[in-house]
């Protein structure tokens, strides 16, 4: 089971973007990196999955190095809306281990 | 496209009661998984049906807790009898596996039942 590692906070400030990174030191051949997103008193939500390099979408970016031991998400220009929990998964789609979350990091964004 | 639905949205219970929380994935979704979570941690995996069949529930106490998901459609979570040490978010998700490991598998999220063991 491959463990990640996040910082346990970061605070920005509106139209900043913001980096959060991942540590993912024993991730497997087959196992893909996923982001989700949590609001108090919600479920989580999807962000971005990735497997290598880069790939971005309409909310934000996925940066992973090819040696694969860390992601970084990237947020564009933040606003106070996405004051959330982060979190980063790693595992295989196919398989029952993509799904250990770890604390995740609570992003607060300022005016 | 209807999202995923889970009642009941709160219950308070005592100790050494039973509870049963029930979830409606996403139509179409053959995947369908439970989670607990705890104030302040991240969600914790608890079972995780593909269809019919149970795919993983290593981290399921099976001694008070079980699940079930007939006609790979519903399911309903139990914990009979319940501790204090189960006051959590039951959160049930559902996801579409296309196939492929290049299929992005995303979960999509109920809003939870909040459990609380007194």
């Known amino acids: 089971l491959a463990k990640t590692t996040q910082p346990i906070s970061m605070d920005s400030y509106e139209g900043q973007e913001v980096n959060i990174t991942c540590s993912h030191n024993?991730?497997?051949?087959?196992?893909?990196i996923t982001w989700y997103q949590q609001f108090p008193s919600q479920g989580p939500r999807f962000i971005i999955q990735?497997?290598?390099t880069k790939v971005t979408n309409e909310v934000a970016s996925l940066f992973i190095p090819a040696d694969r031991k860390s992601s970084t998400l990237s947020l564009p220009r933040v606003s106070l809306s996405d004051t959330a929990v982060y979190y980063c998964?790693?595992?295989?789609?196919?398989?029952?281990?993509?799904?250990?979350f770890g604390g995740g990091t609570r992003l607060m964004v300022k005016p | 496209e209807a999202g995923v639905a889970q009642s009941p949205r709160y219950k308070i219970i005592e100790k050494r009661q039973s509870v049963a929380f029930w979830c409606n994935p996403i139509?179409?979704?053959?995947?369908l998984y439970w989670y607990q979570q705890i104030l302040g941690q991240g969600p914790k995996l608890l079972i995780q049906?593909?269809?019919?069949?149970?795919?993983?529930d290593s981290q399921l106490p099976k001694d008070r807790f079980s699940a079930e998901r007939l006609k790979g459609v519903d399911s309903t979570l139990k914990i009979q009898p319940a501790k204090l040490e189960d006051s959590a978010v039951y959160l049930c998700?559902?996801?579409?596996?296309?196939?492929?490991?290049?299929?992005?598998?995303?979960?999509?999220f109920g809003p939870g039942t909040r459990l609380t063991v007194l």
């Open positions: 990735g497997y290598k």
């Open positions: 049906f593909q269809n019919n069949g149970v795919v993983d």
């Open positions: 998700a559902s996801s579409y596996l296309a196939g492929g490991p290049s299929q992005v598998n995303e979960q999509f």
């Open positions: 998964l790693v595992g295989d789609p196919l398989g029952g281990n993509m799904l250990t």
């Open positions: 139509s179409g979704h053959a995947t």
């Open positions: 024993n991730i497997a051949t087959n196992d893909y």
